[in-house]
């Protein structure tokens, strides 16, 4: 039977395991997420001894995890006093790590919704589970109750911890006298006559041969995705779904390139926070000078600079200037022109190498300016002046330079000093959430843009591998950074010292050359991509690559 591990976002129960042709591999199936998170609130009803040992799991196998939780526990519904004791107790040895709330339902008919959010470590993405399922996920589900397991946008974020933080101010601690002494009670029973009306009316609700459990026909559920396959026929009575949903499927690779998007942020520099060169543009007309000159269609512009520094000075802080963006292209992956996308998890590595680079920034302009700015321009002041003499003699302008000129370049000097000494010399980052929408129309298409993500992230762990000089200028372990940047479970990734591991990813490096050059459509190309990722064989991939191109 297969096994399932779901990675967020994910529904549960999986249709394969309603069908019996595969089970999860965790109880709950978010039990993953659990065990990642620093701290766990929520909403959750029909509380037992599963779900109380489930939570003491929790903590024990996390000893820095913080957990609240708000009970729910309605009329003849599971929750006993035993199980609120055995919760109270392990309140108790928690050391204020676990506190709990109750809010009891008033009727019997009352359900709340059970949802927990699973607040992640630095660096990594909140999730949240909702759905109807109770006891933390353990009891069993019905057919009819999906449960979404996803990463909520901040506005849902924060609406929730609204409610949570309403609903936990209006309920009662456990620790509060008469807490624990809920009521045991049990549902009355019906008569068996009702009971038959009521099978009756089940039977009459379902179409005929389509069944919740196990076998049922008329619907198959793909054994590799997990989607709902309709059978083509003309049977009228065939259940379809609802035309009105209008959402085109995933996929098996678009759920690949979806789940892919969510692992990271889209990074871009912040044009506002840019310190301009420390040299400054100067107007030729200053001097005296033309700065255009048109002629039908001839065009001539003059352009000229000004510094207070030697040309190695300059150099020196040129190639500072684009080692931000020299560090974005080893932590990044490419979306589109100009379009950068950084994982989660080397947001820490990053951060620290970005720490260095502006404290080297801070040395360099602090030996530039080391006697203050007003004390450097009155220093090289005698010197600027007989510069931009000589430059206006090239010019053959005639007369002295103008008082007016020589302050206007001190000033747009000075412009420039000051906020290189006021702010780091990198420009900020703007990091931001995107998601895969993979509707297609005559306009326009996903897939471009995703060759492009899955592409750059198949060639970097392969050029790192292969190429020697790939690593040139970074001070940072090649292997420490391949793994931060495997987001797909890269076949490659798993042994970085495998024999014949080099050749392995030239040979690998080609073959994406040759998928670029295909003629082929963009999807695809993702198609080739995402299945060198998932570790297929590199002949089967050629001969795949060679059928596309003779249809």
């Known amino acids: 039977m297969k096994t399932l591990t779901p990675k967020s976002p994910f529904v549960w129960p999986d249709l394969r395991e309603i069908e019996g042709m595969a089970k999860c591999a965790f109880s709950p199936s978010f039990d993953e997420l659990a065990g990642r998170a620093d701290s766990i609130f929520g909403i959750v009803s029909g509380l037992s001894d599963r779900g109380v040992a489930k939570i003491a799991e929790w903590m024990a196998r996390n000893s820095d995890l913080r957990c609240a939780f708000v009970l729910t526990p309605y009329p003849t519904g599971p929750t006993r006093r035993e199980h609120l004791m055995e919760l109270l107790d392990l309140v108790m040895r928690s050391d204020n790590r676990l506190r709990v709330h109750i809010a009891p339902l008033r009727g019997l008919a009352e359900r709340s919704t059970n949802a927990l959010c699973?607040?992640?470590?630095?660096?990594?993405?909140?999730?949240?589970?909702?759905?109807?399922?109770?006891?933390?996920?353990?009891?069993?589900?019905?057919?009819?109750?999906?449960?979404?397991?996803?990463?909520?946008?901040?506005?849902?974020?924060?609406?929730?911890?609204?409610?949570?933080?309403?609903?936990?101010?209006?309920?009662?601690?456990?620790?509060?006298?008469?807490?624990?002494?809920?009521?045991?009670?049990?549902?009355?029973?019906?008569?068996?006559?009702?009971?038959?009306?009521?099978?009756?009316?089940?039977?009459?609700?379902?179409?005929?041969?389509?069944?919740?459990?196990?076998?049922?026909?008329?619907?198959?559920?793909?054994?590799?995705?997990?989607?709902?396959?309709?059978?083509?026929?003309?049977?009228?009575?065939?259940?379809?779904?609802?035309?009105?949903?209008?959402?085109?499927?995933?996929?098996?690779?678009?759920?690949?390139?979806?789940?892919?998007?969510?692992?990271?942020?889209?990074?871009?520099?912040?044009?506002?926070?840019?310190?301009?060169?420390?040299?400054?543009?100067?107007?030729?007309?200053?001097?005296?000078?033309?700065?255009?000159?048109?002629?039908?269609?001839?065009?001539?512009?003059?352009?000229?600079?000004?510094?207070?520094?030697?040309?190695?000075?300059?150099?020196?802080?040129?190639?500072?200037?684009?080692?931000?963006?020299?560090?974005?292209?080893?932590?990044?992956?490419?979306?589109?022109?100009?379009?950068?996308?950084?994982?989660?998890?080397?947001?820490?590595?990053?951060?620290a190498e970005q720490v260095k680079l502006i404290k080297k920034g801070k040395v360099i302009i602090g030996r530039l300016l080391a006697g203050g700015i007003d004390e450097l321009i009155k220093e090289k002041r005698p010197k600027l002046e007989r510069d931009l003499a000589t430059v206006q003699q090239r010019l053959r302008i005639e007369g002295p330079v103008s008082q007016e000129a020589i302050e206007k370049s001190i000033e747009a000097l000075r412009g420039r000093l000051s906020k290189a000494d006021k702010a780091d010399f990198l420009p900020k980052l703007s990091f931001s959430t995107i998601n895969f929408d993979h509707t297609s129309s005559a306009e326009s298409t996903p897939w471009g843009q995703a060759y492009t993500f899955l592409s750059s992230i198949a060639e970097f762990p392969r050029k790192a591998l292969a190429d020697p000089f790939f690593m040139r200028g970074l001070d940072i372990d090649a292997d420490v950074l391949i793994q931060v940047m495997n987001v797909a479970d890269d076949p490659v990734c798993r042994d970085l010292r495998a024999r014949g591991i080099s050749a392995r990813c030239r040979m690998e490096l080609e073959f994406l050359d040759q998928v670029e050059a295909a003629d082929i459509t963009p999807r695809e190309r993702c198609e080739l991509i995402q299945k060198l990722l998932l570790g297929a064989e590199l002949d089967k991939l050629q001969t795949q690559l060679q059928t596309m191109l003779r249809k």
């Open 118 to 351: 699973f607040v992640a470590g630095a660096g990594q993405s909140s999730h949240m589970a909702i759905g109807p399922t109770e006891d933390l996920g353990l009891a069993h589900p019905l057919p009819s109750q999906p449960n979404l397991v996803f990463q909520p946008d901040p506005v849902l974020l924060d609406g929730f911890l609204n409610h949570f933080n309403w609903l936990w101010m209006k309920s009662g601690d456990l620790h509060r006298d008469g807490v624990t002494a809920i009521p045991q009670l049990v549902i009355p029973s019906g008569s068996s006559e009702a009971a038959q009306q009521w099978q009756e009316y089940m039977n009459s609700c379902t179409p005929e041969n389509a069944h919740f459990c196990q076998g049922g026909d008329g619907v198959d559920v793909g054994e590799d995705t997990g989607e709902v396959e309709i059978p083509k026929g003309d049977d009228p009575n065939q259940p379809q779904p609802p035309p009105e949903t209008g959402i085109p499927r995933l996929g098996e690779l678009g759920q690949f390139v979806a789940r892919l998007y969510q692992k990271g942020r889209l990074v871009s520099i912040s044009k506002l926070s840019r310190v301009p060169p420390l040299d400054a543009p100067v107007k030729p007309d200053w001097f005296g000078g033309i700065s255009e000159i048109k002629e039908g269609g001839f065009t001539y512009k003059a352009a000229m600079r000004v510094s207070l520094f030697s040309e190695a000075d300059l150099k020196e802080l040129e190639k500072f200037r684009k080692a931000l963006p020299a560090l974005l292209a080893k932590f990044t992956y490419a979306l589109a022109d100009n379009m950068r996308w950084m994982p989660l998890q080397a947001l820490g590595m990053f951060g």
